[in-house]
């Protein structure tokens, strides 16, 4: 077998050069051009890994999560006459880089947000505006269970990081004064217990007021949306200050 024929064949060395023969000289500055050029290439690695280093990192653009329901959405609006549309673009006027997410989902309760908020949180965002709670008012849920589900929520944000801005909701009249009462405290003793900034009514200026709303009544207008945005987004640039 060959392996076995090499395996036992004589190996053979190559001689030595005769002592007699010198080797020959090196030219004048041979190998020292390849010296200095791997000198230099070495120090220009050096100098970029060190600047690499130094050089600041790119800043990450902040990123709001509109969290609601069709008034968040922006029902019967087109999508950039959104409240979270028109937000980002108050922002951006300002000079203010941050991204707006609108995480409304028409006809949501406060059960209908907690089920969904594992998911909303996967865009990792600095700040929530947490504005759910009106259909629970307009459908009668008992208060308890809507303060419930805000608490599991915004227990839920706190813990990813992210700050909250709480958007309060009042109760319509029509379930009498000991409901009204009982929903309307929900908003301003959750900001007391978790020390949230609290905007204490989300349609405040808008409510009642035909010309600012759609026909159903409920929905605000572009020219409502213009209003709520005027008075809110204010206190966002703040909190978006206040987290950097």
Not at 36 to 44: D, M
Not at 164 to 178: D, F, S
Not at 193 to 204: A, K, M, T, V
């Amino acid at each position: 077998m060959d392996w076995a024929f090499n395996a036992v064949r004589p190996r053979h060395f190559a001689p030595h050069p005769p002592a007699t023969i010198a080797p020959s000289p090196r030219l004048r500055g041979e190998g020292r051009g390849e010296g200095r050029g791997a000198a230099n290439r070495l120090l220009t690695a050096i100098v970029l890994a060190l600047t690499l280093a130094t050089a600041p990192a790119a800043a990450r653009t902040p990123v709001i999560l509109d969290f609601g329901d069709s008034l968040t959405a922006g029902l019967g609006l087109p999508a950039n006459e959104a409240f979270p549309a028109r937000l980002e673009m108050w922002l951006h006027l300002q000079g203010i880089e941050a991204r707006v997410i609108n995480a409304g989902v028409s006809g949501d309760t406060t059960a209908d947000g907690l089920a969904r908020l594992d998911w909303a949180l996967a865009d990792k965002p600095d700040l929530v505006i947490l504005a759910l709670g009106a259909n629970d008012a307009l459908r009668g849920i008992d208060p308890s269970t809507v303060r419930n589900n805000l608490d599991k929520m915004i227990a839920k944000f706190a813990a990813s990081g992210a700050k909250v801005l709480l958007l309060g909701i009042r109760a319509p009249p029509n379930w009498g004064e000991e409901y009204k009462h009982a929903f309307d405290k929900i908003f301003p003793e959750l900001a007391r217990s978790y020390q949230l900034p609290l905007y204490p009514f989300f349609l405040e200026g808008v409510a009642m007021k035909p010309e600012f709303n759609q026909p159903d009544g409920l929905h605000p207008n572009e020219q409502g949306v213009t209003i709520l945005v005027d008075r809110i987004a204010p206190l966002v640039a703040r909190l978006l200050g206040s987290a950097s």
